[in-house]
């Protein structure tokens, strides 16, 4: 029974495979358990590199992350932070997750992928929503719900308090690292579009907006009680409780006014302006 059910799934991932020809790129990418911050860093590139070759909206997220990473990692050479070694394993742990979700997601393996991944890869695939909607989604489920889970696995203890003091130093280099974060991820995936989002509610504000120290902060709250938990029943019951949170926050990022029918027009049209000009624009870089 077990080599039967080994079969199917072979056979499933070959399907997909040939149905899309980056999963098994991305497959082979992600496939090894990440051991430091510098493979979580070259994975990164590697896969955001294939998202832009594939027009992949995965890879809005995966840019960002991508320069997040880079920028704490940037501050291990000084004394910013108590623990660096925790620091640097908490990165390497909260990395894994991310990786864990993509592999699952494409490869099929059975496994149930965290809900708010799978609207955020979802809405990716239908290529859907605006480019800064496809940030916050991924945002959301590597916060809202990722996060917790890194810490609890890391263990915030012993010294708490200094594990704590990271913690927040990590929101610092979050802040400062926005306005980067939000350009790069224009340039690479939205031109046009991002003159778009500035005028329909200030969406890539709301990248700052987002209270991203906020979730961040609820993320320590929950790995604390993740940690207090007496047994495994009630481990279960507050992961459920995290999956189904991150999962109302992805259906609220979605659930905006620009999925009028007639806004949702416009920017595919605009899409479609980016997609046109965008060899020029390389053309034009190149010389």
Same mark, same amino acid.
């Given at each position: 029974?077990a080599a ?5 799934l072979? =056979?499933?991932r070959?399907q997909?495979?040939?149905?899309? *020809?980056?999963a =098994?790129?991305?497959a082979n ?7 430091s911050?510098d ?12 998202c832009?070759?594939h027009d #992949? ?7 960002a992350?991508l ?5 704490i990692?940037?501050?291990f050479?000084d004394?910013?932070?108590h623990?660096?070694?925790w620091?640097?394993?908490y990165?390497?742990?909260? $990395?894994?997750?991310?990786?864990e &979700? ?7 393996? $059975?496994?149930p992928? *965290?809900?708010?991944w ?9 290529k859907e !929503? ?11 489920a590597?916060?809202?719900h ?5 810490l609890y696995?890391?263990?915030?203890? *012993? ?8 913690h927040?130093?990590?929101n ?6 926005t306005n ?9 995936y939205?031109p046009i579009?991002?003159?778009?989002? @500035?005028?329909? $509610?200030?969406?890539?504000?709301d990248i700052t907006?987002f209270?991203?120290?906020k =979730? +961040? ?5 929950? !790995?604390i009680?993740?940690? @207090?938990?007496?047994?495994?029943t009630?481990?279960n019951?507050? +992961?459920? &409780?995290l999956? #189904? ?9 979605m !659930?905006?006014?620009?999925?009028? *029918? ?8 605009l899409?479609?302006?980016d @997609?046109?000009?965008d060899?020029? +624009? ?6």
């Amino acid at each position: 029974m077990a080599a039967l059910e080994k079969s199917k799934l072979v =056979a499933r991932r070959r399907q997909n495979e040939e149905i899309n *020809p980056m999963a =098994a790129e991305t497959a082979n990418i992600f496939q090894e358990e990440f051991r430091s911050v510098d493979d979580v860093i070259t994975k990164l590139e590697q896969f955001e590199r294939i998202c832009l070759e594939h027009d #992949d909206l995965r890879g809005v997220f995966a840019t960002a992350y991508l320069l997040i990473t880079k920028s704490i990692s940037s501050h291990f050479s000084d004394d910013t932070f108590h623990d660096k070694n925790w620091t640097q394993a908490y990165l390497v742990r909260f $990395g894994n997750l991310y990786r864990e &979700a993509v592999l699952i997601d494409e490869t099929s393996n $059975g496994n149930p992928v *965290p809900k708010s991944w799978h609207i955020s890869f979802d809405t990716a695939r239908k290529k859907e !929503a605006l480019i800064t909607q496809h940030l916050l989604l991924g945002i959301n489920a590597h916060i809202n719900h990722d996060l917790a889970v890194a810490l609890y696995d890391v263990k915030i203890d *012993p010294e708490r308090a200094d594990k704590y003091a990271d913690h927040c130093m990590i929101n610092n280099i979050l802040e400062d690292s926005t306005n980067a974060l939000k350009i790069d991820v224009s340039q690479k995936y939205a031109p046009i579009l991002k003159r778009l989002d @500035r005028k329909t $509610g200030y969406i890539s504000d709301d990248i700052t907006n987002f209270s991203i120290p906020k =979730a +961040r902060e609820h993320a320590w709250s929950f !790995a604390i009680a993740l940690t @207090r938990a007496a047994n495994q029943t009630e481990q279960n019951i507050l +992961r459920k &409780a995290l999956d #189904d949170q991150a999962a109302v926050l992805a259906r609220l990022i979605m !659930a905006s006014p620009t999925q009028h *029918p007639r806004f949702t027009r416009t920017v595919s049209f605009l899409k479609r302006l980016d @997609r046109i000009f965008d060899p020029l +624009r390389r053309f034009l870089g190149r010389r």
